[in-house]
């Protein structure tokens, strides 16, 4: 069974600061998501690579892939106080999408 | 940019109770999803569903749950008996295909079953 597994689960960090989430999966995949979800509120995507080696950056935010090491890193720099939120990665196996547990940011000034 | 919509967002009812959840995909997606949520955890996958039928099903999605698409923008999920456990964030998603599209999600429907 595809698992797919992030850390950390949880992470406070003070603004300005640089920080990587994790998101290591047990199937081979070149298809990897980045999804944002704020408290009651449904996913937004973020991020799709496609490939290995690709790398997408969006603001202070930086995803890349290894497909070959079968992990994917968000990157956060300078990181302010919007940016708290609940961050999901999901691999995509075509005929459905496997979610890790979300990384839950804190911002604190 | 075109949305997934849900209703009811809220649906409140008593244990043992059927419940219907609504999704309309957008308009052009060919491939439907459903995910849930119990708050404050992961997002979990539920069905897939492609020219009419189930693609792939999770062992969460038991004889208790079905889904239809019984005209040509509906797409819904069917609780046969609710238990407590099944209290969840349900999200509707589609896209055109798989794979190299991203997955549009709904705002969800919050199952409450007391």
């Known amino acids: 069974e595809l698992k797919v597994e992030q850390n950390p689960l949880f992470l406070s960090m003070q603004e300005g600061k640089n920080y990587t989430i994790y998101c290591n999966y047990s199937t081979t995949s070149d298809r990897l998501y980045w999804y944002r979800q704020d408290p009651g509120k449904s996913l937004e995507s973020l991020f799709v690579l496609l490939s290995n080696g690709a790398v997408k950056q969006e603001g202070r935010l930086m995803a890349s892939l290894d497909t070959k090491a079968r992990l994917s890193t968000l990157h956060i720099t300078a990181a302010v106080h919007d940016l708290s939120a609940t961050y999901f990665c999901a691999v995509d196996t075509n005929n459905d999408m496997r979610f890790g547990a979300g990384t839950r940011l804190t911002v604190k000034p | 940019e075109p949305e997934v919509t849900q209703t009811p967002s809220h649906q409140v009812t008593q244990m043992g109770q059927e419940v219907i959840l609504r999704c309309v995909p957008i308009?052009?997606?060919?491939?439907f999803y459903w995910y849930r949520q119990i708050l404050g955890q992961k997002v979990e996958f539920l069905v897939s569903?492609?020219?009419?039928?189930?693609?792939?099903k999770s062992e969460i999605f038991d004889d208790q749950f079905s889904v239809e698409r019984p005209d040509g923008s509906n797409f819904t999920l069917k609780i046969r008996s609710t238990k407590l456990e099944d209290s969840a964030m349900y999200f509707c998603?589609?896209?055109?295909?798989?794979?190299?599209?991203?997955?549009?999600f709904g705002s969800g429907t919050q199952l409450s079953v007391l």
């Open positions: 308009s052009n997606h060919l491939y």
């Open positions: 569903f492609y020219n009419n039928e189930i693609s792939e």
């Open positions: 998603a589609s896209r055109d295909r798989p794979g190299n599209e991203k997955l549009f």
